[in-house]
T-cell receptor, first 113, second 114 residues
Framework: GAGVSQSPSNKVTEKGKDVELRCDPI?????LYWYRQSLGQGLEFLIY????????KSGLPSDRFSAERTGGSVSTLTIQRTQQEDSAVYLC???????????FGEGSRLTVL | GNSVTQMEGPVTLSEEAFLTINCTYT??????LFWYVQYPGEGLQLLLK???ADDKGSNKGFEATYRKETTSFHLEKGSVQVSDSAVYFC?????????????WGLGTSLAVNP
């Protein structure tokens, strides 16, 4: 597609449920990032995929969080047993290579009740 | 480790006022520096960048100069408009092996009043 696409744009769930957030990066971009943005906060790095290399998972806040990137394209961020503090906007970005220039999706807003 | 510090907001200005948002960094090596902008209800987008010392990035009337001697990359605009109201993020790109990671500032909210 023309840009980074994320779905769903909004998700409301109950505490304890699992959620999956999807990111479709720009075609051909080898790097894919997930970030979390809480109200009034900056960007919190979660995970980074680069080509076929092992992902950098150093930002995942707990073992309830995981992410996959299938076929070097679409990525899914999964949050198990959601907690209220998981409420945030989850941002996906992709990049063509080692430039550091990222293209962001509009984010998935997660609300955990 | 590497870090980015930008001035806290919110910043409130009148239309046509001069804008400066300060950004300083600590880094080893020679990172690239970026300003990203997030307009209300939209995703982040790249505003401008500079890849080496003394480079000036510019876009939409905004400018920032990569100053290695002061480790700064301050964002400036001579005359802001209401449409510039947004959150601005300073970031640096560090190379770790074959990978690049961005280090982000906390963002500065700008509100421009007519």
């Amino acid at each position: 597609g023309a840009g980074v696409s994320q779905s769903p744009s909004n998700k409301v769930t109950e505490k304890g449920k699992d959620v999956e957030l999807r990111c479709d990066p720009i075609s051909g971009h080898t790097a894919l990032y997930w970030y979390r943005q809480s109200l009034g906060q900056g960007l919190e790095f979660l995970i980074y995929f680069q080509g076929n290399s092992a992902p950098d998972k150093s930002g995942l806040p707990s073992d309830r969080f995981s992410a996959e990137r299938t076929g070097g394209s679409v990525s899914t961020l999964t949050i198990q047993r959601t907690q209220q503090e998981d409420s945030a906007v989850y941002l996906c970005a992709s990049s063509a290579g080692n430039t550091g220039e990222l293209f962001f999706g509009e984010g998935s807003r997660l609300t955990v009740l | 480790g590497n870090s980015v510090t930008q001035m806290e907001g919110p910043v409130t200005l009148s239309e046509e006022a001069f804008l400066t948002i300060n950004c300083t960094y600590t880094a080893t090596g020679y990172p690239s520096l970026f300003w990203y902008v997030q307009y209300p209800g939209e995703g982040l987008q790249l505003l401008l960048k500079a890849t080496k010392a003394d480079d000036k990035g510019s876009n939409k009337g905004f400018e920032a100069t990569y100053r290695k001697e002061t480790t700064s990359f301050h964002l400036e605009k001579g005359s802001v408009q209401v449409s510039d109201s947004a959150v601005y993020f300073c970031a640096l790109s560090e190379k770790a092996g074959n990978n690049r990671k961005l280090i982000w500032g906390l963002g500065t909210s700008l509100a421009v009043n007519p």
